[in-house]
């Protein structure tokens, strides 16, 4: 019944629009921290919407019954990183303050939601391993970018603890890439469109 859902052309466009607006709520989300971003790493700040546009764009294609691998792979591989990271740092958040507010519930929600739909479609996807180092490439360069030039999103109580955050960042792309490659390339699934 899931596969169903999953592929029916109804539910596909809901999420699509789910998706689209999800985007642009998260670019608007991250308006602040742009307005003081120098140019030059003004793509790598907003992780999370740009890793929802990339299942966005995939959603939009997968409508029409065409694939784009390169985007599948970003998708997979950053919707699940930054999905389960938004979800550990407003834990981390809840931890330290000893409360969160209803946006970071929200954030939860959303986040953990964004990991799991990324993670749901893998049966359809088309990857294959160069796709997978591609989006290993943009995704630890968006680390470094991230956590060495300090480009990171803005948790003000947690200024304290960037270097662990950081260090966890880092091995969250590793197990992202690793599930990625699992659920895509090493299973190589021939999924047939029927919608």
Do not use: C
């Amino acid at each position: 019944m899931l596969k169903q859902l999953l592929i029916d052309r109804g539910f596909l466009i809901l999420l699509f629009i789910v998706n689209l607006f999800g985007t642009i709520y998260g670019y608007i989300w991250y308006e602040g921290q742009l307005a003081i971003t120098p140019a030059k790493y003004l793509i790598f700040v907003p992780d999370s919407p740009t890793a929802s546009l990339f299942f966005t764009i995939f959603l939009l294609f997968f409508i029409f019954k065409k694939n784009v691998p390169y985007i599948e792979a970003l998708a997979i591989v950053t919707l699940f990183k930054y999905g389960i990271w938004a979800v550990v740092m407003n834990l981390l958040t809840l931890t330290v303050n000893g409360y969160l507010s209803p946006a970071g519930y929200m954030l939860i929600a959303s986040h953990g939601a964004m990991a799991i739909q990324g993670l749901l479609y893998a049966p359809y996807y088309k990857i294959k391993l160069r796709h997978i180092v591609v989006a290993g490439i943009w995704t630890l360069h968006n680390d470094v970018i991230d956590y060495v030039f300090e480009m990171m999103p803005i948790y003000s109580s947690l200024t304290t603890y960037m270097n662990q955050i950081g260090y966890f960042t880092f091995w969250l792309s590793i197990a992202s890439l690793a599930i990625a490659y699992f659920l895509t390339v090493r299973k190589n699934s021939q999924v047939h469109y029927n919608f």
